[in-house]
């Protein structure tokens, strides 16, 4: 069955691949060409099902003595399993043939290759973060977003900050979409209990020396997302945003949550379960813009997924890094041909293998 659904749906298979890969795509190839040998496939199909309608499809063995009291119907089906094996193979090594190169390898190839901008985000993981006027909270939306941004450059590095009462790196700046999008799925709030509350300061502090760091000669811009304002740490949110100033660091700002009240947790039951009320959405807003204002970013309010999102688009306007065109293409880019080859082999070996362990079963 595998088979014929191979043949049918070959031009899929076909339209999977193309010269480079891409977001919607797994892998490219440096040999496109060699990819279409894949029509042979519904050929060989064809014929194989002419075969088995005009002869008798069976296994040869030295005495017919030894298929007396077996199934016709049993060898019939072993033979349609060895062809399939023999199809897949061949797909296989046509695929190797093409040169594939995975996506997120070509990708982490080609961001070496230029200097793009470096990114810190630095994202609230406050209980209040989890408050129910975004979908499914705060927290998880600010994730899906930052992983979309992510997605979105793929020339850049990026990295994560999380904050509470305290703040950790969570992603080092990283070119790898695969790297930073996994450790955001990570992110957790509550991580820090014993530094409750929100240090906007050391958010901003860890962020900013992890820029510093960076040996990328690109610009640095750190993206600030918090729901409240500050009620822990031992600096002020402005002295933070100066030393991002003498370092060069843009800062673009983001207040979450909605205007007047929002379902946020309150308390804890006995089940560890949190408890809600509406609570009033309270931004420290003329921090946020001063110290957007000081180090030549922007200020943003987010009431919805959607506005969020929409936030994040521009921004990713905004912050465009000149990549010269002959950078784009003049890159070394790893190939699996290997990993298909050997995934041929295997299928031949176990055809072969599995008809000779049949025929021994049998004498």
């Known amino acids: 069955m595998a088979v014929f659904l191979i043949s049918f749906f070959y031009t899929e ?4 691949f193309d010269y480079v890969a ?14 279409h040998l894949l029509y042979v496939i519904p ?3 064809i014929y194989y099902i002419w075969k088995i309608t005009k002869h008798d499809l069976s296994i040869k063995t030295s005495s017919t003595i030894l298929l007396q009291g077996t199934d016709n119907n049993y060898f019939s089906w072993l033979n349609h399993l060895f062809f399939t094996l023999k199809i897949f193979a061949l797909v296989m090594f046509i695929v190797a043939l093409s040169r594939p190169q995975l996506n997120e390898e070509m990708a982490f190839q080609k961001k070496h290759k230029t200097d793009g901008i470096n990114i810190m985000i630095s994202l609230d993981a406050s209980g209040s973060m989890l408050a129910e006027d975004f979908k499914p909270n705060r927290f998880e939306a600010a994730k899906n977003v930052a992983i979309q941004f992510a997605k979105d450059r793929p020339d850049d590095q990026l990295g994560l900050v999380v904050f509470e009462g305290a703040a950790y790196t969570q992603c080092p700046l990283t070119a790898n979409f695969m790297d930073i999008s996994r450790r955001i799925n990570k992110a957790k709030t509550g991580l820090l209990e014993r530094n409750p509350g929100t240090a906007i300061a050391e958010g901003i502090l860890v962020g900013v020396n992890r820029l510093k760091e960076c040996e990328n ?38 207040g979450v949550g909605t205007n007047g009240k929002a379902k946020t947790p309150v308390a804890i039951d006995h089940f560890g379960r949190y408890i809600y009320d509406y609570q009033k959405v309270e931004i420290d807003e003329e921090s946020l813009k001063e110290i957007a204002a000081k180090t030549g970013g922007k200020y943003f309010r987010a009431t919805n997924n959607e506005k969020l999102k929409n936030i994040y ?3 990713n306007q905004l912050e465009k890094a000149e990549i010269p065109n002959d950078q784009q293409y003049d890159i070394d880019l790893p190939e699996k041909a290997g990993l298909f080859i050997g995934l041929g082999l295997i299928l031949l070996l176990s055809s072969f293998f599995m008809k000779n362990l049949i025929i021994k079963s049998i004498h």
């Open 13 to 16: 298979i076909l339209s999977y």
């Open 22 to 35: 891409s977001d919607e795509k797994l892998m490219g190839v440096s040999s496109f060409y060699f990819i």
């Open 43 to 45: 050929l060989i199909t």
């Open 217 to 254: 000669k690109g610009s640095k811009v750190l993206i600030l997302l918090t729901d409240g304002k500050t009620t822990a740490g031992k600096y002020h949110p402005l002295a933070a945003a100066n030393i991002a100033m003498n370092e060069k660091i843009k800062i673009y700002t983001i």
């Open 313 to 315: 688009a521009e921004i």
